[in-house]
């Protein structure tokens, strides 16, 4: 199996910064994109921001110029560094990978158990 954990969650003052790690372990073979969505209470589970094994990264609009993602790929790590955190950011934060194991002759997502940013106006 593959198991995805975040840390680094919390409560922050509006125009703080925290940073989101999430390690993924296994039997892993190999992974490809590594990423961050959000899901706010009512809402749909979105793409925060999302890099690949190369280093390529896209964002969704709403947080250009304000999240950076980062990865170690030699520890299967992902990092979302947020900084002048606002109060619509406040979320559930998924991290999630697309992985292959050694038993598997393909890649899947895999997902994990969310770590709550809140953000206080």
């Not at 947020?82 to 697309?98: F, G, I, P, Q, R």
Request: charged fraction near 15%.
């Amino acid at each position: 199996q593959v198991q995805l954990v975040e840390s680094g969650g919390g409560l922050v003052q509006a125009g703080g910064s925290l940073r989101l790690s999430c390690a993924a372990s296994g039997t892993i073979f190999s992974i490809n994109a590594m990423g961050w969505y959000r899901q706010a209470p009512g809402k749909q589970r979105e793409l925060v921001a999302r890099i690949t094994s190369g280093g390529s990264t896209n964002y969704a609009d709403s947080v250009k110029g304000q999240f950076t993602i980062s990865r170690e790929n030699a520890e299967n790590t992902v990092y979302l560094q947020m900084n002048s955190l606002k109060h619509e950011d406040t979320a559930v934060y998924y991290c999630s990978c697309s992985a292959k194991r050694y038993s598997s002759s393909w890649y899947r997502d895999y997902w994990g158990q969310g770590t709550q940013v809140t953000v206080s106006s």
